[in-house]
């Protein structure tokens, strides 16, 4: 069975620093595309970074550009989402998904997606 957990949430003053953690199981991350969403208290979900695992292309929304880094360590199936400098509105429940278009997206169809970790960040 396909499935993405989420770890390494938690609670933090802004300016700190978090890692994300995504451990899939059911297939591997060497096709498709994979990536992190967000959703604050009272907003939709908004995509936060991607990368495509055939051609190794990342994106990044402009709103954590320079702040946050994506990655992954094939040999434990593991996608990670460094966080530097957070802010207040980087608050929110941050998921992982896959889909096996390998063209990363903030709108299209994800296959599989984890129950996400809670991200908090306070003053």
């Known amino acids: 069975e396909v499935q993405l957990v989420e770890s390494g949430g938690g609670l933090v003053q802004a300016g700190g620093s978090l890692r994300l953690s995504c451990a899939a199981s059911?297939?591997?991350?060497?096709?498709?595309?994979i990536g992190w969403f967000r959703q604050a208290p009272g907003k939709e979900r908004e995509g936060v970074s991607c990368?495509?695992?055939?051609?190794?292309?990342?994106v990044y929304a402009d709103s954590v550009k320079g702040r946050f880094t994506i990655s992954s360590d094939n040999t434990k199936n593991t996608l990670y989402l460094q966080m530097n400098s957070l802010k207040r509105e980087d608050t929110g429940v941050y998921y992982c998904?896959?889909?096996?278009?390998?063209?990363?997206?903030?709108?299209?169809?994800?296959?599989?997606w984890g129950q996400g970790t809670q991200v908090t960040v306070s003053s």
């Open positions: 998904a896959w889909r096996a278009r390998s063209v990363c997206s903030w709108y299209g169809t994800y296959d599989y």
């Open positions: 059911g297939f591997t991350f060497d096709d498709g595309a």
């Open positions: 990368f495509s695992s055939n051609n190794g292309r990342i």
